[in-house]
Every structure is written in structure tokens, then in C-alpha cells.
């Protein structure tokens, strides 16, 4: 009876250690999991931040192409007041050179007297003096439109490098928040980690408790059934009985913390022609060495968009940015000939990990690595 006790009280303690181990787990689970709600609220503020500043960039995108189409125009239209100034100008020196080669205006002065009575001598006095006013005229409204062509020109320039200014500021933005996302989604992994470990050791403790208790019953139920043995072959005088004591055994199999494959699932690639996409790659590098100029997409000159636009279609014409280009079809078999792009920029795959693109204002067209961050599409 005093070893019964004995083993009842230490079977107590065992199921009482049992009952304060297993609620420690569950703690540090739900204080993980909290930490990792928190962390998850944080990194989608920070996602949040990071569209609307893409957002943000793909409108300085469009502004930076108009910018430079209109500085484009100017630079025509600069020319061609520069061109009706000389040519007017010209002109004028020519007059006055015939002026003074006929006698130093002494041709002109003859022509008001010799013009007969007086109101055609006056007629012809006015008409002298209406031919000098009016080159005066010309030429001056010539300067006027050169200067103000000039200043719109200064203007939008100036406000180009306002805008590349901006998106200088805009490509550092995101940079730090893919950082900072980069960092809270690490985070966030490795709560993922803790919580499934610290949920695995709950459940391995559990199932230990759980096997110890089994245990202690079998052998209470195994000594209980010895002892009752004992008592009756006692008591009947050396009669032997056979007392058969059946168990329920519990099957218990240990959790596995497993891994989440994330449920990815593949889907066709689009159709791809190779002779396509080696034209594609053919107009990109006879683009090589072409000058970098916002909004253009011209023979020897183009933005990042405007060259991807030509190679694509073979005419000199924009068929979107490299926002638009970020809505296409995206691949994971990259082939040359497909678009690589990313918010901002964009370019031509060639293989190999590289593409050619219009990098950037005294850069040019140059054959250059697929940029961090950059996806693989085809149109």
C-alpha cells in the first residue's frame, strides 16, 4: 500500500509538470503570432507607400516624354525663326548695299526729286521711307520671335531637369522601401520559422506527456493485475489462474512542421517566334550608339520606350511606356526578343542575362545587364 502511494504521488507530479510545460509553448506561439501580425500590418503599409510612389513615377514617366517632345518642337521651330531672321536680314543688307553702291542714298534721294510734281515726289519719299520701316519691322518681329522661342525653349528644359530631378528622388524612394519590404518580408519568414518550431515543440511535448501517461497506466494496470494474481494463487492454496488483461493502445503519430510550397501552379507560355524575335534583336542592335533624347523615337535618337516601341514594330512610332509594358503577359522562359521591364525603364532581351536599352542622356543606346528588379514580358 505505501509503494501504491508513493508511485500515485509521483504520477500526480509528473501529470501536474505536464499540465505547466505545455501552456509555455502555446504562449510563445501566440506572442509570435502576434509579432508577426504586426510585422505583416508593416509590411503592407510599406507595399502601400511603394505602389503609390509607382504610381507616381509612371506619371513623371509620361510628363519626362511629352517634356522632351515639346523641347523637340521648339528646337524646329527655334530653327526656323533663326532661318527667316538671317533670311530677312539678308535681305536687308542687300538693299542697303544697292543703296549705297548707286551713290550712298544719293540713288534714292534723286528718285523723290526727279518723281515729277510734288505729290509724286512725296509718294515716292513715303515709299522709301515705308520700304525702311518696313525691314525695321521684319527684322525686329524676327528677333522678337527668336527670343521668345528661345525663352520657351530655356523653360522646358529647365523643367526637364526638374522632372529628372524627381525621379532621381523617386528611383531612391523605392529603392529604400524594396529594401525595407525586403527586410520585413525576411522578417516575417522567420516568424514563420519560430512559429512553426515552437508550435512542433508544443505538439512533441504533448505527444511525450501524452506516452508517459500511457506508460504509467500500463504499468499501474500490469502491477495491479500482478498483484491480484499473486492474492489468488495465495488463496487458493497454490491453484494457478491465468488473468488476462487487455489494452487499448493509443497510435500516436508525431506531427511534422512541414513546408508550404506556396500553391504555385505553372500556366502555358505564350506562342514565341524565333525568327520574330531575332528581328526584334536585329533592330535593336543597329540602334546601337543612337543618342538618349526624352520622347523620342526617331532614326539616331530615342527614350528607353521609344527605342522597345521601334524594335518591336519596325516603325518609328510609340506604342506605349515601360509602365505599359509592365502590363503584358509576363514569362519565366525568357527568350531574345521579349521586353525586359521595370518601373521606369525598360529594353530589348538579347540573351544571356542582357539587353540593350536607351540608358540614359550622354549614355545612349548601349548593350547592358537586365537590371535588378526587372520582369520579362512579351507582347
Known amino acids: 500500500m505505501k509503494l501504491k502511494k508513493v508511485g500515485s504521488a509521483v504520477l500526480a507530479t509528473m501529470l501536474t509538470c505536464s499540465l505547466s510545460v505545455t501552456p509555455v509553448f502555446a504562449d510563445e506561439v501566440s506572442d509570435l503570432k502576434d509579432q508577426k501580425a504586426q510585422a505583416q500590418s508593416e509590411m503592407n503599409n510599406l507595399q502601400s507607400q511603394l505602389n503609390t510612389l509607382m504610381n507616381k513615377m509612371s506619371d513623371l514617366e509620361n510628363e519626362l516624354i511629352e517634356t522632351g517632345e ?87 528644359e529647365e523643367k526637364q531637369d526638374n522632372l529628372e530631378a524627381t525621379q532621381v528622388e523617386f528611383e531612391a524612394q523605392q529603392s529604400e522601401l524594396n529594401t525595407t519590404i525586403s527586410e520585413k518580408s525576411e522578417e516575417i519568414s522567420s516568424l514563420d520559422g519560430m512559429i512553426q518550431e515552437a ?20 504499468a499501474a494496470a500490469e502491477k495491479a493485475a500482478k498483484e491480484k494474481a499473486s492474492g489468488e494463487s495465495s488463496n487458493s492454496g497454490g491453484g494457478s489462474s491465468t488473468t488476462v488483461v487487455e489494452e487499448e493502445e493509443d497510435t500516436y503519430s508525431e506531427p511534422s512542421g512541414g513546408s508550404d510550397n506556396g500553391g504555385g501552379s505553372s500556366s502555358s507560355e505564350p506562342s514565341y517566334s524565333a525568327s520574330t524575335g531575332n528581328a526584334i534583336v536585329d533592330r535593336a542592335y543597329s540602334c546601337l550608339g543612337a543618342d538618349y533624347v526624352w520622347g523620342a523615337c526617331s532614326p539616331g535618337a530615342f527614350d528607353c520606350s521609344g527605342l522597345v516601341s521601334y524594335c518591336l514594330t519596325g516603325s518609328y512610332s510609340r506604342i506605349g ?44 543606346v548601349i548593350i547592358g545587364p537586365v537590371q535588378s528588379g526587372m520582369v520579362y514580358v512579351r507582347g
Not at 505527444?207 to 506508460?215: G, I, P, V
Open 70 to 156: 515639346e523641347i523637340s518642337k521648339t528646337e524646329e521651330d527655334l530653327k526656323a525663326a533663326e532661318e527667316d531672321q538671317e533670311k530677312q536680314y539678308d535681305a536687308m543688307k542687300l538693299r542697303i548695299k544697292y543703296m549705297y553702291e548707286e551713290g550712298t542714298g544719293t540713288a534714292t534721294m534723286e528718285k523723290v526729286l526727279t518723281s515729277g510734281d510734288m505729290s509724286s515726289i512725296l509718294s515716292q519719299a513715303e515709299y522709301s521711307q515705308q520700304v525702311h520701316e518696313y525691314d525695321r519691322e521684319k527684322l525686329d518681329e524676327y528677333i522678337a520671335t527668336t527670343e521668345k522661342v528661345k525663352e520657351l525653349k530655356n523653360s522646358l
Open 199 to 218: 508550435a512542433r515543440k508544443a505538439a512533441e511535448e504533448a505527444a511525450r506527456k501524452k506516452a508517459e501517461e500511457e506508460a504509467k497506466k500500463k
Open 321 to 364: 511606356t515601360s509602365s505599359t509594358f509592365l502590363g503584358w503577359s509576363r514569362v519565366s522562359n525568357p527568350q531574345p526578343g521579349d521586353v525586359c521591364a521595370g518601373v521606369g525603364h525598360c529594353g530589348i532581351y538579347i540573351g544571356n542575362g542582357q539587353m540593350i536599352h536607351a540608358a540614359t542622356e550622354g549614355v545612349g
